[in-house]
């Protein structure tokens, strides 16, 4: 009884499966891109939109190269500092 339970519990749950799958895959549609309904404008936009971002990607490089000319120059003092420190204690 017990084994005839669980086998009747996997054949419904294989059924509704096999059932959610089939009538998924009928009404599948297609993917379609609706570029018309965006129109050109909204095109140009994003391209404005995507030449931004490069613009700002070269800025904080340019920010980035800077910040570690400063970190190199302060670097640079900071050694020149212990020098003078080091020439102090003799």
């Known amino acids: 009884m017990r084994k005839m339970k669980k086998t009747l519990q996997i054949v419904v749950l294989a059924t509704v499966f096999a059932a ?3 009538s998924g895959s009928v009404t599948q549609r ?3 891109a609706q570029l018309k309904e965006m129109g050109e404008g909204a095109l140009k936009g994003a391209a404005k939109t995507q030449a ?3 613009d700002s ?3 904080l490089g ?3 190269d800077n910040m570690q ?3 190199d120059g302060l670097t640079k003092n900071l050694r020149v500092l212990k020098d003078i420190q ?3 204690a003799r």
């Open 20 to 22: 959610g799958y089939l």
């Open 69 to 71: 000319d400063q970190v």
């Open 86 to 88: 080091s020439a102090l």
């Open 52 to 54: 931004g971002a490069d």
């Open 30 to 32: 297609d993917a379609d």
């Open 57 to 59: 990607a070269v800025k």
């Open 62 to 64: 340019r920010t980035i």
